[in-house]
């Protein structure tokens, strides 16, 4: 594998970060970004949920000239919209089955809007508080529960969790112990920094109140259980300004399982120079090996329009700690072809990654292993097979 050496500034301003100094800025690479393809058709997908069970006697290996390059792991996916219809559960489950999702976590959106309010997404009413809540796992749960989906694996998350104000955590998992035993394996998507939340109502957590996750963080570990967390590494006037958040939650709790949504892009960060994004997220997994990148939401591809060999190199190396998501919110005017372009736009770096690493990320062994599930990726076809 052939790697780019960083310039020794771009390894400076790394240190810098990770050491926890905030207000770096890097330029945005030179050039206007190529238009983006168009999506894709549907390809059609043959392969069963049963036939990723390790039960399975002659599992079938996967050919990449003729089989989808889409994840079939959806790590990050919300059944239900900030406010308003969602889909319905059998209709998702027809979404699911036609583009080849066989896996899929339920993340509730831990942030509410206010029942009082008409409002359907936050972004359309700044002043409306969106607060953590409990109400869409509790449906999730529900949901999951009477509907039938024998075509797909639902791993339910808690997302009720206040991070700034951690206390009575550990109280609303017995909770959900209470009242769905053994159906919670994930929590998140939680936010440590989320800019676009701040003008509703949205309080990030501090150095302290980070501390205060231990008596829930330490529940979560001794269950397996990870935690997804967004986390903005920045804005486009200071790329870094949170990454001292993030690390310090690393540091802090460097025996939990912790997934690194989007690989801590948002829309108010779409000029980062990509040398020094791959640097800083090089970094993180090597000093965390219980760490994890979520490549979900098409933030990512849209700020860079196509993920260059620099990002191929990440992957690649870090085969086993990358994960597939959509981000997709299932509100209820949103079709199957909406869908379907989410899915595929933040699985078009599968196309470019090694046997080893397409299986890993796209075809869900991470996934399966990082859950512990009774489930494995097929090998991938050599020639000859």
Known sequence: MTRKRLRPAALAACALVLAGLPGLTAAAPAGAPPKPPPTPPVPT???????????????????????????????HFHPRPFGGQAIEPTTLFQYFDKAGVRFVTYMGIGQSLDMKSDCTYYLNCPGVKALPSIKNDFVNAQEVKVYPHDNVHITLSMTFVDLAHPEGAVETIK???????????????????????????????????????APFMKVLEQRGIPLTVHADLGNDAEPTKFVPLMQHVLKTYPNNKIVWAHMGLSKELTKMNPKLHVAIMRKALDTYP????????????????????????????????????????????????????ELEVTSRVNRRLNDEAFRQIALGENYFRLLNLDYVAPPVCRAGR
Do not use: H
Not at 52 to 69: I, T
Not at 195 to 208: C, D, K, R, V, W
Not at 310 to 321: E, G, H, K, S, V
């Open 290 to 341: 219980n760490l994890m990148l979520d490549i979900s939401w098409d933030v990512i591809y849209n700020a860079y329009y196509q993920y260059g060999q620099d990002f191929i190199d990440l992957f690649n190396a870090y085969p086993t700690r990358i994960l597939n998501g959509s981000d997709f919110v299932a509100s209820a005017d949103k079709p199957f072809e909406q869908y379907w372009k």
């Open 175 to 213: 909770l959900y112990d209470r009242e769905f035993p053994g159906m919670f394996a994930w929590m998140g998507e939680a936010n440590v920094m989320k800019q676009a939340l701040l003008g509703n109502g949205f309080e990030p957590p501090t150095f302290e109140s980070i501390d205060r996750w």
């Open 45 to 75: 997908f043959k392969r069963s949920l049963a036939s990723f069970s390790k039960a399975n006697p002659s599992p079938q290996c996967f050919d990449r000239q003729s089989e989808p390059y889409t994840g079939v792991s959806d790590a």
